[in-house]
Structures are given as structure tokens and as C-alpha cells.
């Protein structure tokens, strides 16, 4: 079942040519009435109607037992990606780019090569959520019309005083969160909450940013494995200064750890995955980083004793501060789980054009556990329950 949480995340609107329309607008016209008609056409757009919980039975996962250790393995592989399902009027010509994504997930699907679960952020049209067709288990975010259920601290007034109209930060929530979680495993339980109503800043506050926490069973696997799926605030290109950007992105940061504190189960293995937005901002970086659980995955992985292979290019000495795309982990009391192997997809050109403003993020775990018994040797050989 749906967690009492029922929330809605925001999707960062983070291109420049949304500034370009709220100032033509600005100049020629009444902004709030067209930009948020055209906007409002976008969000009631059809998508897949709700799947109900838990979803339906999966692909078995591949157990391993190690006879002289009595360990037992698994693998789970997670991929993120903003697709910049935006609509017309912030960008237009995205459906073309988006048939591209999904062909080619498709394509891996049926060759029993993509992800096992598969995040989006910025699936606001549904051209977007079409992407995860394959799956058999799918979960949408929060909606437009949805509140948060946190109950967080009350924002600064000055903070609020200084929302400004022609920044999108007065005209209400338009968009849904563009979330979107797709999976080979069932999907057992979730918990959905938006950001605070005034936790954000900019053009962000036309969509319902927030994050959605859920369970995915592998059978063979003892204990179910907890994902988060989020997108935070933008910085510059949220169109207001960065130092109230940064107060926005700090109290969704907080405000996920009051979701985490409230759902999350820290006896449960838990991966996190999202567009951050915290590429070339310590500051952004570090709150998240003393807030959440769980470590780095591009901090663990470059360490030369992780045993982690990293399939893709990674710039400078701090490879967690070059990217807007995140994700990190943390073990449970019976199931640990490690990355060990790191890859970027969907980051070439097609026809001379890139997909989407960002890259996949592709990262498969290793899930450790002790054997036990005969029922779990037979899941490993192939058998059933």
C-alpha cells in the first residue's frame, strides 16, 4: 500500500528558454494567464493510470552462493536520468528525442541488458514516462494538485516576502514532480511527499518537486531494498540569486531527511538516486551530504581499493562535484550492498544532437548476505519458491 506520506516532488525547470518566455511575456502580455494555461494543457496530458501496490511479479534475480564462504550474492543494477520531458512552452521538439530514449531502452530491455530499475526526473509529458514501457512494475510521482505531508519548520518570512511574481515564484504549483520510478522487481511499498509549498525558488516553483521513497522484493534476496528517487531545486538557472537558491535546495534536503526519518527502515538495504543539482556547489554538496544517509557512490568508487570499475569519464580529483546526477547507498543488519561498477549512458550524439541536457547514470550493486538453507539454494539454481 501507499505510505500516508502522499507527496509530491518538485521537477527543477531549470532551462533558460523559460526565462526567455516569462520575459517576452512580461513585455507583450499577461504572463500568468498564458503561461500557466499552456502549462496547465501539459499537465493534464494523459499518463499511465496508477498501478496498485505490490506490483506484479518480476524477473527472478540471480543468486549466487559461495560454498566456502557461505555467502550468498546478488546484483542490482540502478540507472537516474533526467530526460527533459518538458513541455511546450520551456522546450519545445522534445517527443522525437524522447521515441529515441525509449527505443533504445527497449532495445537493452529485450536483450535482457537494461537496468533493473529504472529513475526519471523531468517526465512531465507522456512522451516521457513511454521511456519505461518496458518495465513491468512502474510508480509515478507526485501530482501538481498534491501538499506535502511533512511536517517541517516554518520558512523564514523574509524568505517568503521576497517571492516574485514574474520568477514563477507566485503563480502556484502548474507541473507535477516529473517523477517517475520503473522496475523488473515488484514495488511493494511507497511513500510520496512534495517539497513545503515554499521550499523553492525560481522557475522551480512552477513544478511539485519532492521525492518518492519505495520497496522493490528480488526474490532470493531476504530483505526488500529501499530507492529514493528526487530532484532538487536548480541553482543559476532557477533564475533567482544563488544564496536563495541555496536556502530552497537546503530545506528540501532537510526535508527528505524528515521522509527518510519517518519511512525509511535502517535495518533495510537503501540506494538514493536523483538530479541533486549540486555540480560546482560545495555548499549544496556538503548540506546533503551531512543531512542524508548512506555514502557517495563516486566517492566510494574512486578510491583505489573499492573494487569498483568505473566505465566512464570522470574529471578532476572530485568527480561528486562535476555532475548534477547523484547516487549513494548504505547497507542494512542482513544485506549489504556496495557498487561495483559505475557507467554513463545516452551520452553520445544522435543526428548531431545530445538526447537530453543530461547523461544516464548507471550503477550496479553487489547485495551480500549469509546463505541459509535449502530454499535459497534452489532460488539460486533456478528453481521456484
Not at 37 to 49: G, I, K, N, R, T
Not at 197 to 217: T, V
Not at 256 to 277: E, M, Q, S, T, V
Amino acid at each position: 500500500m501507499i505510505g500516508a506520506l502522499m507527496a509530491v516532488p518538485t521537477i527543477a525547470l531549470t532551462f533558460h528558454p523559460l526565462t526567455d518566455v516569462l520575459t517576452r511575456l512580461r513585455r507583450t502580455g499577461p504572463p500568468a494567464a498564458i503561461l500557466a494555461a499552456a502549462l496547465a494543457l501539459a499537465a493534464c496530458a494523459s499518463h499511465p493510470p496508477p498501478q496498485a501496490l505490490p506490483g506484479p511479479a518480476g524477473k527472478p534475480a540471480r543468486v549466487e552462493i559461495d560454498a566456502a564462504t557461505g555467502m550468498a550474492r546478488a546484483e542490482l543494477s540502478v540507472m537516474t536520468y533526467n530526460v527533459a520531458g518538458l513541455p511546450w512552452p520551456i522546450k519545445s521538439g522534445r517527443k522525437r528525442a524522447l521515441r529515441a530514449i525509449a527505443g533504445e531502452i527497449a532495445a537493452l530491455h529485450e536483450a535482457g541488458r537494461a537496468p533493473d530499475v529504472l529513475l526519471l526526473q523531468e517526465a512531465f509529458i507522456p512522451a516521457a514516462a513511454a521511456v519505461g514501457a518496458p518495465y513491468s512494475n512502474r510508480l509515478r510521482g507526485p501530482r501538481a494538485s498534491d501538499r506535502s505531508a511533512l511536517d517541517g519548520p516554518p520558512p523564514d518570512p523574509e524568505f517568503v516576502r521576497k517571492r516574485r511574481f514574474f520568477k514563477g515564484e507566485k503563480l502556484g504549483k502548474i507541473l507535477s514532480s516529473g517523477l517517475y520510478v520503473f522496475s523488473d522487481y515488484p514495488i511493494t511499498a511507497a511513500h510520496m511527499t512534495p517539497f513545503g509549498r515554499h521550499s523553492c525558488a525560481g522557475y522551480d516553483c512552477l513544478a511539485n518537486k519532492g521525492a518518492m521513497l519505495l520497496e522493490i522484493e528480488m526474490p532470493g534476496v531476504p530483505a526488500p531494498v529501499q530507492i529514493l528517487n528526487t530532484h532538487l531545486n536548480a541553482n543559476g538557472a532557477s533564475g533567482v540569486s544563488k544564496a536563495r537558491a541555496l536556502v530552497a535546495h537546503q530545506r528540501q534536503i532537510d526535508e527528505i531527511a524528515l521522509l527518510l526519518k519517518k519511512a525509511l527502515n535502517p535495518d533495510r538495504p537503501f540506494i538514493y538516486a536523483g538530479d541533486f543539482n549540486t555540480r560546482n556547489s560545495t555548499d549544496r554538496f556538503e548540506h546533503k551530504t551531512d543531512t542524508l544517509p548512506g555514502e557517495i557512490v563516486r566517492r566510494y568508487c574512486v578510491r583505489a581499493d573499492s573494487g569498483c570499475e568505473v566505465a566512464m569519464s570522470w574529471d578532476g580529483d572530485a568527480p561528486w562535484l562535476d555532475t548534477q546526477d547523484l547516487q549513494g547507498f548504505s547497507s542494512g543488519a542482513d544485506v549489504a550492498v556496495r557498487p561495483i561498477r559505475v557507467e554513463a549512458l545516452f551520452d553520445a550524439p544522435r543526428d548531431g544532437r545530445m538526447l537530453s541536457d543530461h547523461d544516464a547514470y548507471l550503477v550496479t550493486y553487489e547485495l551480500v548476505w549469509p546463505a541459509a538453507g535449502e530454499k535459497q539454494a534452489a532460488v539460486a539454481a533456478g528453481g521456484r519458491d
